[in-house]
């Protein structure tokens, strides 16, 4: 593969592009070997610099995009690109910076790049691979501080948040869930600072989160798994949104809750998202669940309980929701005996 990456002409590119799905997949396996066994690979191994070198390849290939008009060959590169960092991003830490460093130091560069290529043609697959591409590079590079208070990377994700909401139509149904993990990582953060300044901010958050279900549901019916539908939760349920007043006091996610609730009696992955997510906040943070009541007695009278499976640990409830309504009924009891008095 280095060997091939490294031949100047996009022509020596095709027998591999014939065959991308299975090279994607060779190449994110064996990342997937050293982010599995960190103990058994370091700096030294030969597979560690072969692999340092064939991402060092890919990069500098990359960079020469714009000398080309054939459309196959940037969007087999992307591809790969995308496969190794959604390896990285699974593996969820830094262990490999120092032995791909360039990733990192090449990748505002890389990506400001690969959103302005006005000389290759668009068509939906082209930008879907791009979006999904720039959407992992931008989660992966915000793990790391320096690089998240670089202006560049400010004007990168601005500029995108602009246009959140026509991003999310250009999904496909392989993009969604890589999408909702952008908008819960990077979007939801910023969106919740406006909040914190203006409750007027909180529409917006609730249009997009309408939009993702919606778009999601909508545009690909049977087809979605629970991958996407987890991501799509890990957004709309976020432990971020619990701790903020303006948007608490909105009682818009107790709305969401319940419309998505709805939408989820013919596809009961949504229910089950929901449960699992809720839930788990409640387990984690039972005070919270005096925001909630409605929801969940709406959720209790519910006809449609798919998504209270057994592995979901749903029987600690009954510890939980009788101390709930122990809370509000104490409160209205020592009300009514001040009253009296």
């Known amino acids: 593969m280095n060997l091939k990456l490294s031949e100047d002409s996009s022509e020596d590119l095709i027998e591999l592009y014939e065959n991308r799905e299975i090279i994607v997949s060779l190449i994110q396996n064996i990342f997937k070997i050293i982010t599995l066994n960190k103990n058994s690979y370091s700096s030294t191994s030969k597979l560690i610099q072969n692999l340092s070198k064939f991402v060092l ?25 995308n496969g190794i960092l959604t390896v990285f991003i699974a593996a969820n830490d830094n262990y490999f910076i120092e032995d791909f460093k360039e990733l990192y130091s090449k990748g505002l560069d890389l990506i400001n790049l690969i959103l302005n290529q006005d000389r290759l043609q668009k068509d939906r697959y082209f930008n879907n691979i791009k979006n999904i591409c720039v959407y992992n590079y ?23 948040f602009k246009n959140i909401f026509d ?60 991958q996407e539908v987890n991501t799509l939760m890990g957004f709309i349920l976020n432990e971020q949104l619990f701790f903020n007043d303006n948007f608490m006091k909105s009682k818009a996610l107790n709305k969401i809750i ?27 943070y039972p005070e919270k669940m005096l925001h909630f009541c409605d929801v969940i007695i709406f959720l209790l009278k519910s006809k449609e309980n798919r998504g209270f499976d057994a592995n979901l640990l749903f029987y600690l409830d009954e510890f939980y929701i009788p101390v709930i309504f122990f809370h509000k009924n104490y409160k209205k009891k020592a009300f009514f005996r001040k009253s009296t008095r």
């Open 138 to 160: 931008l989660v992966l590079l915000s793990n790391d501080v320096s690089i998240c208070s670089n202006n560049s990377f400010t004007l990168i994700t601005n500029e995108l």
């Open 167 to 226: 991003l999310c139509d250009q999904c496909n149904i392989d993009s969604y869930s890589i999408y909702f993990r952008f908008v819960e990582k990077l979007f939801l953060p910023n969106i919740l600072q406006k909040i914190d300044q203006s409750s007027d901010n909180v529409e917006d958050l609730v249009k997009l989160m309408k939009i993702c279900r919606n778009n999601l549901v909508e545009n690909c019916r049977w087809t979605f798994g629970y």
């Open 258 to 284: 319940t419309e998505s609730w709805e939408i989820g009696s013919k596809y009961w992955l949504i229910q089950r998202s929901i449960v699992d997510h809720l839930f788990r906040i409640f387990y984690k």
């Open 57 to 81: 390849l890919l990069l500098v290939k990359i960079e020469r995009i714009s000398t080309t008009t054939k459309e196959i060959y940037p969007v087999f590169l992307l591809k790969i690109l």
